[in-house]
C-alpha cells in the first residue's frame, strides 16, 4: 500500500464528508493504493455514523472509535498501529489541512529519503495574539533544546516513513513532539515543507491557552525521558551522591571540629541542618532512583485504549 492517512478527530462530523471527497479525488489523480483510518476520540456528535456512511461508499475508509476521549496523542498512536502503508501522512480533520499536499509529502520520504516530514504553516489564519505568538514562543524553545530545525513542531500535516511510525510511541500530549521522539529512536533525516493553512470552514478550536503551558511542560518531560528513560538512577543516583557527599562534608567538619574543642556545639550550628538536609535529599533521591528503575523495567500498559467500535480494521 502506497499511503495511509491518519486522521484523529473530535466533534467533525461537518467536515468529514467534504475532506474524503477531497482526499479521494487526490488519490484517483495519482493512482495511489491507499486507506484513510479515521480516530474518533469520543466525539459527542454524528462523527462515527458519517464514518460509517463514507466506508459503506469507499472502502479505502476505516474507522476506530475510542470509548471516550483520550486525546490527539492516543489516536494517533492507535493509527500508527493500524497503518499499513509505505508512507504514512497525518492530517486533522476540520479542513485546515490540504490533502492536496499529500503527493509532495509523499515524494519527500520515498524519493528524497527523508525519515518524517513536517508541515510548516508559514501563513496562518488564526488569532495573532493568543494562537500565533504563543507559538512562536513554544517552537523556538523547542528548536534550542531538541537541535531539530523545524518552524513548527506541532503542525498536524506531516508525514513519515512507515518505519518510523511503527518505532515510536506517543502517549500523554507528546503528539506536538513526534519528531523528538523521531531523533531520539535514530530517525535524524527530519524535513519540513511549507503548506498551506486554510481558514476554520466548520465547528470550533478543540485547543484552548493551556496547551501552551502544558506543551512547555511535555517539553522538559519528552528530553528527560528520552535521555534518562531507561536508565533513571543514572540522573537520580548522580545528584543524590551529590547530595549525600555534601551532608556528609558537613557532618564530618562538625564532629572534627567537635573533636578539637568540645565546648564547641553541633545542633545548633548552621552547617547541621544544612548537612541533615543534605543527607535525606540525597537518600530520597537514591530511592527515587531505584524506584524509577522497577517502573522502567516493569511497566506495561501505559497504551491501552478502550476501543468501542472499528470499521474495516
Not at 258 to 280: C, D, M, S, V
Given at each position: 500500500?502506497?499511503?495511509?492517512?491518519?486522521?484523529?478527530?473530535?466533534?467533525?462530523?461537518e467536515s468529514l464528508p467534504e475532506l474524503t471527497s477531497w482526499i479521494?479525488?487526490?488519490?484517483?489523480?495519482?493512482?495511489?493504493?491507499?486507506?484513510?483510518?479515521?480516530?474518533?476520540?469520543?466525539?459527542?456528535?454524528?462523527?462515527?455514523?458519517?464514518?460509517?456512511?463514507?466506508?459503506?461508499?469507499?472502502?479505502?475508509?476505516?474507522?476506530?472509535?475510542?470509548?471516550?476521549?483520550?486525546?490527539?496523542?492516543?489516536?494517533?498512536?492507535?493509527?500508527?498501529?493500524?497503518?499499513?502503508?509505505?508512507?504514512?501522512?497525518?492530517?486533522?480533520?476540520?479542513?485546515?489541512?490540504?490533502p492536496d499536499e499529500i503527493p509532495e509529502l509523499r515524494r519527500l520520504?520515498?524519493?528524497?529519503?527523508?525519515?518524517?516530514?513536517?508541515?510548516?504553516?508559514?501563513?496562518?489564519?488564526?488569532?495573532?495574539?493568543?494562537?500565533?505568538?504563543?507559538?512562536?514562543?513554544?517552537?523556538?524553545?523547542?528548536?534550542?533544546?531538541?537541535?531539530?530545525?523545524?518552524?513548527?513542531?506541532?503542525?498536524?500535516?506531516?508525514?513519515?516513513?512507515?518505519?518510523?511510525?511503527?518505532?515510536?510511541?506517543?502517549?500523554?500530549?507528546?503528539?506536538?513532539?513526534?519528531?523528538?521522539?523521531?531523533?531520539?529512536?535514530?530517525?535524524?533525516?527530519?524535513?519540513?515543507?511549507?503548506?498551506?493553512?486554510?481558514?476554520?470552514?466548520?465547528?470550533?478550536?478543540?485547543?484552548?491557552?493551556?496547551?501552551?503551558?502544558?506543551?512547555?511542560?511535555?517539553?522538559?518531560?519528552?528530553?528527560?525521558?528520552?535521555?534518562?528513560?531507561?536508565?533513571?538512577?543514572?540522573?537520580?543516583?548522580?545528584?543524590?551522591?551529590?547530595?549525600?557527599?555534601?551532608?556528609?562534608?558537613?557532618?564530618?567538619?562538625?564532629?572534627?571540629?567537635?573533636?578539637?574543642?568540645?565546648?564547641?556545639?553541633?545542633?545548633?550550628?548552621?552547617?547541621?541542618?544544612?548537612?541533615?538536609?543534605?543527607?535525606?535529599?540525597?537518600?530520597?533521591?537514591?530511592?527515587?532512583?531505584?524506584?524509577?528503575?522497577?517502573?522502567s523495567r516493569n511497566s506495561t500498559g501505559r497504551n491501552n485504549y478502550?476501543?468501542?467500535?472499528?470499521?474495516?480494521?
Amino acid at each position: 500500500m502506497d499511503i495511509s492517512l491518519v486522521i484523529p478527530l473530535l466533534n467533525e462530523d461537518e467536515s468529514l464528508p467534504e475532506l474524503t471527497s477531497w482526499i479521494e479525488k487526490v488519490m484517483a489523480e495519482h493512482s495511489y493504493s491507499y486507506e484513510v483510518i479515521f480516530v474518533d476520540d469520543g466525539s459527542t456528535d454524528n462523527s462515527w455514523k458519517v464514518i460509517q456512511q463514507l466506508r459503506a461508499k469507499n472502502p479505502h475508509i476505516k474507522g476506530i472509535k475510542f470509548q471516550r476521549n483520550y486525546g490527539k496523542s492516543a489516536g494517533l498512536n492507535v493509527g500508527f498501529a493500524a497503518a499499513q502503508g509505505d508512507v504514512v501522512i497525518t492530517m486533522d480533520a476540520d479542513l485546515q489541512d490540504s490533502p492536496d499536499e499529500i503527493p509532495e509529502l509523499r515524494r519527500l520520504i520515498v524519493e528524497d529519503g527523508y525519515h518524517l516530514v513536517s508541515g510548516w504553516k508559514r501563513k496562518r489564519y488564526d488569532n495573532r495574539l493568543t494562537k500565533n505568538l504563543p507559538s512562536k514562543l513554544f517552537n523556538a524553545a523547542a528548536r534550542r533544546m531538541s537541535k531539530i530545525n523545524l518552524h513548527d513542531f506541532n503542525c498536524g500535516l506531516k508525514s513519515y516513513d512507515k518505519k518510523v511510525v511503527k518505532s515510536i510511541e506517543v502517549y500523554g500530549e507528546m503528539h506536538r513532539y513526534i519528531p523528538v521522539l523521531s531523533k531520539w529512536a535514530g530517525f535524524n533525516k527530519i524535513g519540513e515543507k511549507v503548506v498551506e493553512h486554510r481558514a476554520r470552514k466548520y465547528g470550533v478550536s478543540k485547543f484552548g491557552w493551556e496547551r501552551f503551558v502544558n506543551g512547555f511542560l511535555d517539553l522538559l518531560s519528552i528530553f528527560f525521558m528520552g535521555k534518562f528513560g531507561k536508565r533513571p538512577m543514572h540522573f537520580f543516583g548522580l545528584w543524590g551522591t551529590i547530595f549525600f557527599l555534601i551532608g556528609f562534608a558537613f557532618s564530618l567538619y562538625l564532629i572534627i571540629s567537635k573533636l578539637i574543642n568540645f565546648e564547641y556545639g553541633i545542633t545548633n550550628r548552621p552547617g547541621f541542618f544544612i548537612a541533615l538536609t543534605a543527607i535525606i535529599i540525597g537518600v530520597q533521591l537514591f530511592l527515587a532512583g531505584f524506584l524509577g528503575e522497577l517502573i522502567s523495567r516493569n511497566s506495561t500498559g501505559r497504551n491501552n485504549y478502550l476501543i468501542e467500535e472499528k470499521e474495516g480494521l
